[in-house]
């Protein structure tokens, strides 16, 4: 597996790293932990340097299972975790998924949120920690003043933000520099080239894309007839509704006719497509089986010539994605 650096800082990572929420939170029932520790480990012994949690999933399991499964690994792997939430003392169930709970990023929060995720992770000091979702009650030079006192303290490295708006990225980089912001992007979700990508480049900031797959889309896998549990986000997001998916299906067939000139899966060129935008995007797609798991690194292994990703814009660019990427409530926290 190949290494990339997040923008100008020293923090260098696998070029895919693991997004663990699916183990235990939000794309269907978790899976059991013995299973999520096994996935986790397989992926350190594929090359995977790189994994992502959050206080939030599940809530306060998926770290916990993080925890455990990377214990044998200390100073090989890089951990990325969040705050900023409002969370109830562990209850044993889970938060409801289009349901969040009450934005807190106030400083004594942070520093709380800090103590309980080190333990969690059994770690000293916290690779990069992100405000998951920005306060707008809490101005940020607060939330980043915050973490920098983290970070002087030992107790965290590095400094991130998940789905900022631009001149929120300006305002906390300016009191303590940013390593990476973590949002969407992929084939099917390009609103960050407009403003976000030119603003990293700018400030030197790495790039941390979830659902490079487009929340399991871009694989293939599925269809206007697929049903998700109950307990799948996605049942809530506008473009996996039936209309919606059904129209979005096209974007699927252009992505599969390319993917089979190139005798690879689909998902591997939406990846190969997303490692090809900057060296300093680093995507983070996740699964809770092995052979996806599998498919997904080889994807960091093709390469797309400069004809193939003229192809691929050609063949995107017919296609408008129909639906909404949150519902509504959850629409509203992001950009701030």
């Not at 969040?100 to 103590?115: A, C, F, H, T, Y």
């Not at 770690?123 to 920005?134: A, C, E, K, M, S």
């Not at 894309?209 to 549990?229: C, H, Q, R, W």
């Not at 003229?310 to 909404?324: H, L, M, P, T, Y």
Request: with cysteine; aromatic share 6%.
């Amino acid at each position: 597996m190949q290494k990339r650096k997040l923008g100008k800082s020293n923090l260098e990572v696998s070029a895919l790293g693991l997004g663990c929420m699916g183990l235990s939170f939000g794309l269907g029932p978790a899976v059991d932990r013995q299973t999520a520790i096994d996935l986790i480990r397989a992926a350190v012994e594929r090359g995977v340097t790189f994994f992502d949690t959050a206080q939030i999933y599940g809530p306060y399991t998926n770290e916990d299972v993080v925890g455990e499964a990377l214990a044998p690994f200390r100073g090989q792997v890089v951990i990325a975790t969040k705050f900023g939430f409002r969370l109830q003392p562990r209850t044993g169930q889970p938060a409801q998924p289009g349901q969040p709970p009450p934005l807190d990023s106030r400083p004594e929060q942070i520093k709380q949120s800090v103590e309980a995720s080190l333990k969690r992770l059994r770690v000293d000091t916290i690779d990069l920690l992100y405000q998951h979702r920005v306060d707008p009650e809490v101005p940020i030079e607060d939330v980043a003043g915050a973490v920098q006192d983290l970070i002087r303290a030992g107790k965290v490295k590095h400094f991130g933000l998940s789905e900022p708006g631009v001149q929120t990225i300006r305002r906390a980089h300016a009191v303590q520099p940013v390593t990476a912001i973590q949002s969407e992007y992929s084939l099917w979700w390009r609103e960050p080239e407009q403003e976000l990508l030119p603003t990293l480049e700018e400030l030197g900031i790495g790039f941390v894309p979830f659902s490079p797959l487009g929340k399991g889309f871009l694989t293939g896998a599925i269809d206007e007839s697929t049903k998700f549990d109950s307990s799948d986000f996605r049942n809530a997001v506008p473009r996996f509704g039936a209309e919606a998916r059904r129209a979005n299906l096209a974007l699927v067939e252009q992505l599969r006719a390319i993917a089979a000139r190139k005798e690879v899966p689909p998902a591997q060129i939406a990846i190969a497509w997303l490692l090809a935008q900057q060296p300093w995007i680093v995507p983070i797609p996740g699964t809770t089986k092995l052979h996806r798991l599998e498919e997904n690194l080889a994807g960091a292994s093709v390469v797309l010539s400069a004809d193939e990703l003229r192809d691929i814009e050609s063949a995107v660019s017919k296609v408008a994605v129909q639906g909404g990427r949150y519902p509504e409530q959850l629409q509203k926290m992001v950009g701030r």
